[in-house]
């Protein structure tokens, strides 16, 4: 039996989001019945966050068991030719340790949040990015992310359903920048509430509407109260960049 470790990109809209669902296609049936199409062994591919419906990897680290004697090239070959058509590519495939796994190994993960400020209709970036017509100033969004960088109790910007153990988490990162009439709101943390990222954006917008100031961040950090938040921001925008392991 080997353990490989795949970097996987993938468009989210098609999908209920990356865990297996009863009631809608996911990226993780996707590959596991790609992997049976190759191998013919039924097994797990575990994936470093399960990312909701809608959001989208660039950099998504899963792994896989299979006993069938393959090189990682071929499995990453052969899985993109039988994971077709989903918008799901494998782009590495390397062998390792037995006790290597996506989700428990990481520690850290990135994600980004594309927001496009225009007025018109977004056309084949639809999916892709959330439209804000209104200005946004990214000076003040940015300052007012700063208030939640740090360890922290997010109940404030968890999911209602989030299944975590604990509110706590430590923010290692929360930046706004612009690039052009384009927003990019950057997210690191050993790991992330459900919810947490969006809620937060979406938190953000409204400073950067100038409806919300940073105070009001810190006041609904300190809430500690679902009923505190704005609202979330949709899943559109939403990336999965990348993992880190030792």
């Known amino acids: 039996m080997t353990r490989f470790a795949l970097t996987v990109e993938y468009d989210g809209r098609p999908f209920m989001g990356w865990q297996r669902q009863d009631h809608g296609p996911s990226v993780q049936q996707a590959l596991e019945d790609a992997a049976f199409a190759v191998t013919g062994e039924r097994t797990a591919v575990h994936a470093a966050g399960r990312t909701d419906a809608g959001v989208h990897a660039l950099g998504m680290r899963a792994h896989l068991d ?11 070959e052969a899985l993109n030719a039988r994971v077709r058509p989903h918008p799901v590519a494998v782009l590495d495939c390397v062998a390792v340790p037995d006790d290597w796994h996506s989700r ?3 520690l850290g993960r990135h994600y980004e949040y594309r927001i496009v400020q225009r007025r018109a209709p977004l056309t084949w970036e639809a999916g892709l990015a959330w439209r804000i017509a ?46 052009g009439d384009r927003i990019v709101v950057r997210a690191s943390a050993r790991s992330f509430l459900h919810h947490q990222v969006r809620s937060m954006v979406g938190c ?33 925008g939403l990336f999965f960049v990348a993992a880190d392991y030792p």
């Open 66 to 76: 299979i006993a069938r004697a393959i090189t990682p090239f071929r499995l990453m």
């Open 104 to 106: 428990f190994s990481c």
């Open 134 to 179: 209104a200005e946004l100033d990214e000076a003040a969004m940015q300052a007012g992310a700063q208030q939640l960088v740090g360890r922290h109790d997010f109940t404030t910007f968890r999911s209602a359903h989030c299944q975590a153990d604990s509110p706590l988490r430590t923010l290692d990162r929360l930046d706004v920048t612009r690039e």
């Open 204 to 236: 953000l917008a409204l400073v950067g509407q100038g409806k919300w100031t940073s105070a009001d961040m810190r006041s609904a950090l300190e809430a500690r109260d679902r009923a505190a938040l704005g609202f979330n921001a949709p899943s559109d």
